[in-house]
């Protein structure tokens, strides 16, 4: 593809004037010696930071470290006579791969970064940062305890796997430990794992080479525990114990109301922490509505014994059926100790009657 550069002088000049005349002029074509022979792409990534996740539009904030790696074939040049084993060049200049993010959903908004590294062996280094917005199928059905499962798939747009081969160049070890080191953020998300795995993107037109990154990321639930569980297992506690209170001196049922109405008020305020999609329903959603339910079902059954209570006058007599059936066969299920017959003899004296 380029023949060996000779360089007048170890000079920035020099050197220059034989990549213009040589290199850059060929910028338009895969730097390889035959169409057939595929260029190998070496591809590797950073995670430096989790902006943020989007429960609603299913998507997924990063900040990544991308690293590409290619040789140009046939260059070369003695660091003696050009005076260096690498120069920057402007990426302009050369051949540079088209690879993209499949997942990607918005424009990249990252700094851009107008040179790479050439080496005298003919490598090419690119390293640039890229601000990913990517989709990601989320489950929160376990929120806040939650773990996702994201990827992200690096491939070539256009060419097809016999013109443009992808390989990693590291290992998801040696990945994941240099992303904890360098991870700037430490807000709702932590990086959990990192895997690779290669695959083949076939169609009808052909098949694409891509090299497909996992990033598992796991939610820090504090601040749900402590803002939304422990608070509403204080009320419903609260909701339980007041059955402990005379009927007779308390107001037991606008106690209640009380505890309704403040529950309602607490989900209403908190509603903003919860994910918001309509696709699953967060198991702690379900637990909210269970709580407020129990409280109501609590409400009602005191509204019917205080009803019991002030009217049993007015209705007649329990059937004996009944009674047996409650106080004998029901009584030991709930595990309430029988009454003791007492000895005690009642006596009515009519005092109308008399001699």
Not at 133 to 147: H, T
Not at 187 to 202: K, M, N, P, Q, V
Not at 236 to 248: A, Q
Not at 303 to 323: D, G, K, M, R
Request: a negative charge.
């Amino acid at each position: 593809f380029v023949a060996a550069l000779n360089c007048t002088s170890p000079s920035p000049d020099s050197l220059f004037n034989a990549l213009e005349k040589e290199l850059f002029p060929k910028k338009l074509v895969r730097p390889v010696e035959r169409f057939s022979d595929p260029i190998n792409i070496t591809i590797g990534i950073t995670l430096v930071g989790i902006l943020g996740v989007d429960e609603k539009a299913q998507t997924v904030t990063t900040v990544l470290w991308q690293v590409l790696e290619w040789d140009i074939a046939g260059l070369s040049w003695d660091e003696k006579e050009c005076g260096t084993t690498r120069v920057s060049v402007p990426r302009e200049t050369l051949w540079v791969p088209d690879v993209h993010i499949t997942e990607f959903m918005a424009e990249d908004s990252s700094p851009k970064t107008p040179y790479v590294y050439l080496y005298n062996t003919g490598h090419v280094y690119d390293d640039k940062p890229v601000r990913v917005v990517s989709s990601c199928r989320l489950e929160i059905y376990s929120f806040p305890f939650d773990i996702q499962n994201c990827s992200l798939t690096f491939g070539s747009y256009l060419h097809f796997a016999t013109d443009i081969r992808m390989i990693h160049s590291r290992s998801s070890e040696e990945i994941l430990g240099e992303s904890r080191d360098v991870l700037e953020t430490n807000g709702e998300w932590e990086l959990a794992d990192i895997s690779i795995a290669r695959s083949t993107l076939a169609l009808e037109v052909g098949s694409y080479s891509e090299i497909k990154y996992f990033v598992i990321l796991r939610r820090r639930p504090i601040l749900y525990v402590v803002n939304l569980l422990i608070p509403s297992c204080f009320l419903i506690t609260v909701d339980l114990f007041s059955f402990l209170l005379p009927p007779k001196s308390v107001d037991r049922s606008s106690f209640k109301m009380t505890l309704i109405l403040g529950y309602t008020v607490f989900l209403l305020i908190m509603n903003d922490l919860l994910p918001a999609t309509g696709e699953t329903t967060p198991l702690i959603s379900i637990f909210f509505s269970l709580t407020l339910a129990l409280m109501v079902a609590s409400l009602l059954e005191t509204v019917f014994i205080t009803n019991i209570q002030l009217s049993s006058s007015e209705y007649s007599a329990v059937p004996h059926w009944l009674s047996v059936l409650v106080l004998r066969y029901i009584a030991v299920v709930v595990c309430l100790p029988p009454q003791k017959k007492s000895n005690r003899i009642t006596v009515f004296i009519n005092s109308s009657t008399g001699g």
